[in-house]
């Protein structure tokens, strides 16, 4: 029977539960959800809710299983219907009473609120990383054609004559203000709703203050009805990531004009291009237009995700599911 399923007389019919599954998109949050339901049992346990034994237990249940799923020797069954219910389910057939005692003062509302936000600290900061890669090549290949002379164009007509190496440090700049959006993003997500339960908390006297922190979260959020509905910091990182891919397109557009035989500015490696079956003169930018095309679908997800919000209603409702799978596929 489903966690949820204790009033219910008849079993849920396949195509509802296939229908309702999120578990082929969160379970690649399975590293989330396992470090949160760690720190929550640890709390549990220093507040007297459950015993240090089935602390220890749960801990140890739950290091197997990720480690499972690590190797790839973990099979996921669609009827778990998300990944807390096939971790949780799992645990508890590996440890017995214990795993049950796991979800104790604790709802999938809170839960997947906090793996996400989980998620996307660490989508954030690898995008970071990855932005001051992008700015370290600039900046080396600023260095490196210092003296490259190029037009400077308005309304796509020579206007004035620059250097390439203030032209490729314009794209350092636009990238420099998507770090602080990506930042921004990670500092949006940076609170803990663990504690919020499914909307109004919970009677057990749980320390909010300590699963934050053993989670590496800033604070707790204040308000549990705003902890399991609120997205906007999934909004936040789709923004920073519409931005950032538009400065990408820009910088690709011009890798595709200044590659062309009417620019003939720049010639392409080898190893970045592609050739044609036919036109053996032909040498073709399909990175750099696949990452100017590529723009389209993330801002596609920002949409979604905005039009999924805007009318939702306090506090939780099955529509929120959606919002992991377009941030995955933007970052």
Not at 150 to 160: D, I, S
């Amino acid at each position: 029977m489903a966690l949820w399923g204790g009033r219910f007389e008849a079993g849920v019919a396949e195509v509802t539960q296939e229908f309702g599954a999120s578990l082929p998109v969160d379970k690649h949050l399975y590293k989330q959800d396992i470090a949160g339901s760690k720190a929550h049992a640890k709390m549990l346990a220093a507040q007297g809710i459950i015993s240090a034994e089935d602390e220890q237990a749960i801990a140890e249940g739950l290091t197997g299983i990720e480690q499972d799923i690590d190797a790839g020797n973990f099979t996921f069954d669609i009827n778990d219907e998300d990944i807390h219910m096939s971790i949780e389910s799992e645990l508890t057939r590996r440890i017995g009473e214990a795993g049950k005692r796991l979800h104790t003062g604790r709802s999938r509302n809170d839960q997947v609120a906090t793996d996400t936000r989980l998620g996307v600290k660490a989508l954030a900061r690898e995008l970071m990383e990855a932005n001051l890669e992008l700015r370290h090549v600039l900046v080396d290949a600023a260095k490196k054609y210092d003296k490259v002379i190029l037009p400077g164009y308005t309304h796509m007509q020579h206007a004035q004559p620059v250097l390439l190496s203030h032209h490729l440090l314009a794209y350092s700049w636009m990238f420099a203000r998507d770090f602080t959006r990506l930042k921004a993003a990670f500092d949006a997500a940076d609170n803990c709703p663990l504690g919020a339960a499914a909307l109004a908390g919970t009677s057990y006297p749980l320390d909010r203050q300590m699963t934050a922190a053993e989670l590496g979260f800033a604070g707790v959020i204040p308000n549990s009805l705003d902890a399991v509905s609120d997205r906007d910091f999934l909004l936040d990182l789709h923004y920073a990531g519409s931005v950032m891919a538009m400065h990408l397109s820009r910088l690709s557009e011009e890798i595709v004009l200044w590659s062309s035989s009417e620019f003939g500015f720049i010639t392409l490696s080898d190893s970045y291009s592609t050739g044609s079956s036919i036109m053996p003169q032909k040498k073709n930018p399909d990175f750099a237009e696949l990452i100017r095309g590529k723009s389209g679908r993330v801002y596609g997800n920002l949409v979604q995700l905005l039009v999924t919000m805007k009318g939702l209603p306090l506090a939780y409702n099955k529509d929120l599911q959606e919002d992991k799978e377009g941030a995955l596929d933007t970052a």
